[in-house]
């Protein structure tokens, strides 16, 4: 291993260590309840450093964590003892508007990209939080606020150069390293660094969206996910219930009561957006609604700086019906943390367009994605509220569940699996197998290589970036 002065001249970016004042601060990721103390952390400057990196890890090895907005909800961005190499300094981002494309590099976060291509009436579909990076949740999949009108993140995912775990650079697109790109598009960080991502871009400018504060009766609940299913593909919501907080902006009569803060983004005209949410309006008499015309990049403040400790579960459902509701309004209500909440996001339109095998995400069929969480101060109340959010998840249910990869906490190999249905698993693990046969990439939702395909060439060998 070399000392920490060779380490530092051997990368452009800073090499941070344990003696460093900003040690504390580099090692910090979004979530509270990970005190990880890691031997290095390397804030990469391009894509040698990240070459460079991968290989100190493999040579030394240490664990490698890959970080780029930081917001893993298993802390995944930050290793014991191991290597943390961190992609926030990446930033560059080149967009071409007359081509409606853009190269954008890994550390870059959904907020800071949205806003530069918003500058053009441009934009790629990421998630519902401006501060997650684009890498994690690239890799993932990307579920937001334009997933029924244009798909998920990686349906607008032209190519990406990839660090693999013998630290080459290559070019992953539907021609070279197809299974590389297949793989990268849901299977998360494991088959190496992503460093650039080349995305489609949408006229999106002006859209109809804001949020809409509803009373959250059971029957409330199930007609929102109803209108939210039969709505035109121009409308994506994300639908928390919740107690609500004693916030300013809401009314001190609903404080502490059940309510559906609903986020929604209609891109598709100003008038029919207007026509598309007042179903939504009708429900109940709103709390809150300042679901307006507004341009795409404000649907995401700055977010708070806060690291809540969470306990998160995730799955897919069928349907979300008065029963269904009932159990949702009885367990939220029995929760003891300072905030416990549910969050539907009604799926189909452009993302179940694409066929399930087409990428490494392959839930194209499911209706309804929900994510249940409790957040709180102490790492010490987690056993409380796993418990509370492990039987608020069996009561929901529905058939095998699944699970999207992007919301997964530290829960098993078999959970990372029913995040990969079907053949998915098996390919995932051939392609690993490929590109990361002693399984550097491994502090993530692990697909283990398989050993049966490791012989296998990768399909076009001469496809390394040179620049
Ligand atoms: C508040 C919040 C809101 C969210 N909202 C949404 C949402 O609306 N839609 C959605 O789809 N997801 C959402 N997510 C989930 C999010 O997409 C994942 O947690 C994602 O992994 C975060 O990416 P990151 O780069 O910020 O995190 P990181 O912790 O930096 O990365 C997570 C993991 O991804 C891998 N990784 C990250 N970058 C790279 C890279 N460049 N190359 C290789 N591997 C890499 C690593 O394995 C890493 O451990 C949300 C998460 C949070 C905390």
């Not at 970080?67 to 300094?89: F, I, K, P, T, W």
């Not at 300013?248 to 005209?269: S, W």
Request: charged share 20%; hydrophobic share 45%; net charge negative.
């Amino acid at each position: 291993m070399m000392s920490l002065p060779e380490l530092r001249s051997a990368f452009d970016g800073r090499a941070i260590a344990s003696n460093d004042a900003s040690y504390d601060e580099a090692r910090s990721v979004f979530y509270g309840g990970f005190d990880r103390r890691p031997a290095l952390i390397v804030r990469a400057k391009h894509d040698s450093d990240v070459s460079g990196v991968v290989r100190l890890a493999r040579e030394s090895g240490m664990e490698l964590a890959v970080r780029s907005g930081g917001h893993s909800l298993a802390g995944y961005g930050v290793s014991e003892g191991g290597v943390v190499l961190d992609l926030r300094a990446m930033k560059a981002l080149n967009i071409d508007s007359a081509g409606r494309t853009a190269w954008a590099e890994a550390g870059l976060t959904a907020g800071e990209y949205t806003n530069a291509a918003g500058a053009h009436g441009l934009a790629t579909g990421f998630g519902d939080t401006g501060s997650v990076g684009i890498g994690g949740l690239t890799l993932g999949g990307g579920v937001g606020y334009l997933v029924r009108k244009h798909g998920l993140t990686i349906d607008d995912l032209l190519a990406a150069e990839v660090v693999t775990a013998d630290g080459e650079l290559v070019r992953a697109d539907t021609e070279t390293h197809s299974d590389l790109f297949w793989a990268i598009r849901g299977g998360g960080g494991n088959f190496g660094v992503a460093t650039r991502f080349q995305f489609r871009l949408h006229e999106v400018d002006t859209i109809v969206g804001g949020l809409l504060v509803l009373p959250a009766a059971p029957e409330i609940i199930a007609s929102f996910v109803d209108e939210a299913e039969t709505a035109r593909e121009e409308l994506s919501t994300i639908a928390t219930v919740m107690k609500a907080p004693p916030l300013p902006f809401l009314p001190a009569a609903v404080h502490g009561k059940l309510v559906v803060m609903a986020k929604l983004v209609f891109a598709g005209g100003v008038e029919a957006g207007e026509h598309a949410i007042a179903p939504f309006r009708s429900l109940a008499k709103p709390v809150v609604d300042t679901v307006n015309p507004m341009r795409y990049p404000e649907i995401y403040p700055p977010d708070q700086g806060n690291h809540p400790v969470a306990s998160i579960r995730t799955m897919f459902l069928e349907t979300i019906d008065r029963s269904v509701s009932e159990a949702i309004a009885a367990h939220l209500l029995a929760s003891t943390a300072q905030m416990a909440a549910i969050e539907i996001r009604v799926l189909g339109g452009a993302m179940a367009h694409v066929s399930a095998d087409a990428t490494a995400f392959a839930h194209r069929r499911s209706r309804i994605m929900v994510n249940i969480a409790a957040m709180y101060a102490d790492p010490r109340e987690a056993a409380v509220h796993d418990a509370w959010a492990d039987d608020f998840a069996g009561a929901l249910r529905q058939g095998d569940g699944g699970a999207y990869v992007g919301f997964l906490g530290d829960e098993g190999e078999a959970r990372v699996r029913e995040a990969y249905p079907g053949s998915t698993w098996e390919r995932l693990a051939a392609v690993k197998g490929r590109y990361d046969p002693s399984n550097l990439f491994r502090l993530n939702q692990n697909i283990p290589p398989s050993k049966i395909d490791r012989v296998a060439p990768p399909p076009c060998v001469a496809a390394h970036v040179e620049r």
